[in-house]
């Protein structure tokens, strides 16, 4: 059920075919090889319900060889190589973090990023706290606040990408047109077949390329409108729970997208070290 795509109200054929004419074993297509037709039929779960249950599936819990449940697997990432962290612990069981490159490959590739559990645990739980407090003390200022930092510097690049995906579908219209041009001069006899093909061979280059580009401009922009609205369905989220005084996979999940973990930092006698919070949907506050 959790990997039928059905249940979102689409239809998937060809996930099976034959070896070949004279072998008739079945065997599984790859999944980019799937004829999806989406929106056939009403939808039984919603897009986003479907997300969070597949992101619970990443990050399903870990128990440890000494039985402890990890409730951070797969939500750490060292600040440096960009991996996650694993669970590790004492000879009394005190649980810590390091980083997986460090513990597989050595000090050369990575540092420990060494992050015992508890202290993970406690800060965790207070910026979770201080987030659900915000919302709930004044939902729409909390979310002008968060919009006004993820759009800090965006207004500008929005306009231009905006203007450069107008520029971009302008000269893809164009290139159409210069395609039958080019045929029209060939048919007429104005073209030689070899400089028809020069010319058609540099059109096609420059069409595939602003394809491809005003595909990638249209996707940031669209993800920029999506990272608007995400933070409206964050506060949805958050406004579900009362005040939370423990922390647990479920709130994990929902709320919380990644842990960037750095490493401790020795200065004047004092240790540091930065551990950033990314929530769903609305990045770090």
Same mark, same amino acid.
């Given at each position: 059920?959790?990997?039928?795509?059905?249940?979102?109200?689409?239809?998937?054929?060809?996930?099976?075919?034959?070896?070949?004419?004279?072998?008739?074993?079945?065997?599984?297509?790859?999944?980019?090889?799937?004829?999806?037709?989406?929106?056939?039929?009403?939808?039984?779960?919603?897009?986003?319900?479907?997300?969070?249950?597949?992101?619970?599936?990443?990050?399903?819990?870990?128990?440890?060889?000494?039985?402890?449940?990890?409730?951070?697997?797969?939500?750490?990432?060292?600040?440096?190589?960009?991996?996650?962290?694993?669970?590790?612990?004492?000879?009394?069981?005190?649980?810590?973090?390091?980083?997986?490159?460090?513990?597989?490959?050595?000090?050369?590739?990575?540092?420990?990023?060494?992050?015992?559990?508890?202290?993970?645990?406690?800060?965790?739980?207070?910026?979770?706290? !201080?987030?659900?407090?915000?919302?709930? *003390?004044?939902? &729409?200022?909390?979310?002008? +606040?968060?919009?006004?930092? %993820?759009? $800090?510097?965006?207004?500008?690049?929005?306009?231009?990408?905006?203007?450069?995906?107008?520029?971009?579908?302008?000269?893809?219209?164009?290139?159409?047109?210069?395609?039958?041009?080019?045929?029209?001069?060939?048919?007429?006899?104005?073209?030689?077949? !070899?400089?028809?093909?020069?010319?058609? *061979?540099?059109? &096609?280059?420059?069409?595939? +390329?602003?394809?491809?580009? %005003?595909? $990638?401009?249209?996707?940031?922009?669209?993800?920029?409108?999506?990272?608007?609205?995400?933070?409206?369905?964050?506060?949805?989220?958050?406004?579900?729970?009362?005040?939370?005084?423990?922390?647990?996979?479920?709130?994990?999940?929902?709320?919380?997208?990644?842990?960037?973990?750095?490493?401790?930092?020795?200065?004047?006698?004092?240790?540091?070290?930065?551990?950033?919070?990314?929530?769903?949907?609305?990045?770090?506050?």
């Amino acid at each position: 059920m959790l990997n039928n795509r059905t249940y979102l109200g689409h239809c998937v054929n060809g996930k099976r075919t034959v070896l070949s004419f004279k072998n008739k074993r079945v065997v599984r297509k790859a999944e980019d090889e799937w004829i999806v037709v989406e929106n056939v039929f009403p939808p039984l779960v919603t897009e986003q319900l479907w997300n969070d249950a597949h992101e619970r599936l990443k990050t399903r819990k870990h128990e440890s060889t000494t039985g402890f449940v990890n409730l951070f697997a797969g939500l750490l990432k060292c600040d440096h190589c960009g991996k996650g962290l694993g669970l590790s612990n004492t000879k009394d069981h005190s649980n810590y973090y390091v980083c997986n490159t460090y513990k597989k490959k050595g000090p050369t590739k990575c540092t420990s990023h060494y992050l015992p559990y508890d202290d993970l645990y406690g800060l965790v739980l207070t910026e979770v706290q !201080r987030a659900l407090v915000a919302v709930k *003390a004044n939902r &729409e200022a909390f979310i002008q +606040s968060v919009q006004a930092k %993820l759009n $800090a510097g965006d207004e500008s690049r929005r306009k231009a990408l905006e203007m450069e995906r107008d520029e971009l579908a302008a000269r893809v219209a164009d290139l159409s047109k210069k395609y039958r041009q080019l045929y029209d001069d060939r048919y007429k006899g104005i073209l030689s077949d !070899r400089m028809f093909m020069e010319l058609f *061979a540099e059109c &096609e280059s420059e069409r595939i +390329s602003a394809e491809e580009r %005003l595909e $990638a401009v249209q996707q940031t922009l669209t993800e920029q409108e999506e990272t608007r609205e995400g933070v409206e369905l964050f506060a949805d989220i958050a406004e579900q729970y009362d005040d939370i005084t423990e922390l647990d996979r479920e709130i994990l999940n929902r709320l919380i997208a990644k842990i960037v973990v750095g490493d401790r930092i020795r200065e004047n006698g004092r240790s540091t070290q930065k551990v950033t919070v990314y929530y769903n949907f609305i990045g770090n506050l």
